[in-house]
């Protein structure tokens, strides 16, 4: 079956410091990445996604890349900020399971001041 | 529009009884979902509508597990005869299908605890 998993279940950073949090996937027919945030006591919130078709996407402080060799997928965080605080969840979806995301185990992300 | 709701925030229960939980979509969203999280564990896939059909519901973890959309506008998710091992965050997610590019938008969950 189709999993998400990620490296390192706990992240601690310094305040002003560029996070990465990585993640693996095992299904080859993934086409569609998406990382999520959740803070406590609320729902996940995406923050970024990319196809398979890319290798790179940048947003606002966050970059995805997709190595799709390795299937492999990490997540950069520059100047990572005390409100970056919270659990990073990946997830997967596939042409054949089109209805549902898979979801990883999560990250949680510590920002010291 | 202030996002997916999700009511009650919280349920404490006593096993054996039954509870329904419900989810307010976005309201132009045609897809709904429905996962439930453990501690530590990331979202796990219940159910899925796509508007009114019910699309996908293998997932249900029992056949306990019911959840409706009657007029593809908000759903609601019952659990029958609670376990404690039910106790788990039940999440509500909505989302516009227009490709396979799907941005799911979660309300912040209904708590359960059987006890």
């Known amino acids: 079956g189709e999993s998400v998993g990620l490296h390192l279940p706990t992240l601690s950073v310094q305040e002003g410091d560029n996070s990465i949090i990585n993640c693996a996937y095992s299904?080859?027919?993934?086409?569609?990445f998406i990382w999520y945030k959740q803070e406590s006591g609320k729902g996940p919130q995406f923050i970024i996604d990319i196809r398979s078709n890319m290798d790179k996407r940048q947003g606002q402080r966050v970059t995805v890349l997709l190595n799709k060799t390795v299937k492999h997928l990490s997540l950069q965080i520059a100047a990572t900020q005390p409100g970056d605080s919270a659990v990073y969840f990946c997830a997967e979806k596939n042409c054949t399971n089109a209805g549902k995301s898979t979801f990883g185990d999560g990250t949680t992300l510590t920002v010291k001041p | 529009d202030t996002g997916v709701s999700q009511n009650p925030r919280h349920k404490i229960t006593k096993r054996g009884q039954n509870v329904t939980f419900r989810c307010d979509p976005i309201?132009?969203?045609?897809?709904l979902y429905w996962y439930r999280q453990t501690l530590g564990q990331g979202p796990e896939f219940l159910t899925y509508f796509q508007n009114e059909a019910q699309l996908e519901k293998s997932r249900l973890l029992s056949d306990r597990f019911s959840a409706e959309r009657p007029k593809g506008s908000f759903s609601t998710l019952e659990i029958q005869r609670t376990e404690q091992g039910d106790s788990a965050m039940y999440l509500c997610?909505?989302?516009?299908?227009?490709?396979?590019?799907?941005?799911?938008?979660f309300g912040s969950g209904t708590q359960l605890s059987v006890l």
């Open positions: 309201s132009e969203h045609n897809r």
């Open positions: 997610a909505s989302s516009l299908l227009s490709s396979t590019n799907e941005k799911l938008f």
């Open positions: 299904n080859s027919a993934s086409d569609y």
